[in-house]
Nanobody
Framework: VLLVESGGGLVQPGDSLRLSCAASGFTLFDYAMSWVRQAPGKGLEWIACIQRDHGTNILDNLKGRFTIARDNDKNTFYLQLNSLKPEDTAVYYC???????????????RGQGTQVTVAS
């Protein structure tokens, strides 16, 4: 299993980014996938999950700004970040769940992460 994130960078407040997670070594279609992040000096924070049936869960205080999507044909899933704020600065990781549904603490693999820095 290999998960490779991309799309991070240095942006200004209010900008948007789309993070991608390219998956290999398994069929994305069969699994739930999540995004988590780690801000400087803080622990991992779960952000969003998308299930096999494309059902989604997003952290309440990020709803309306962040969305998650998947493209099973490309074995890739995405996190769209809009109206970015300095407090969104973090390393963003994609994770694979053990099964098809977004169960808590069910992730078994994580990528190397992509840095998102929001600063004016």
């Amino acid at each position: 299993v290999l998960l490779v994130e991309s799309g991070g960078g240095l942006v200004q407040p209010g900008d948007s980014l789309r993070l991608s997670c390219a998956a290999s070594g398994f069929t994305l279609f069969d699994y739930a996938m999540s995004w988590v992040r780690q801000a400087p000096g803080k622990g991992l924070e779960w952000i969003a999950c998308i299930q096999r049936d494309h059902g989604t869960n997003i952290l309440d205080n990020l709803k309306g700004r962040f969305t998650i999507a998947r493209d099973n044909d490309k074995n890739t899933f995405y996190l769209q970040l809009n109206s970015l704020k300095p407090e969104d600065t973090a390393v963003y990781y994609c994770t694979k769940h053990r099964g098809a549904w977004c169960k808590t603490y069910d992730e078994e693999y994580r990528g190397q992460g992509t840095q998102v820095t929001v600063a004016s």
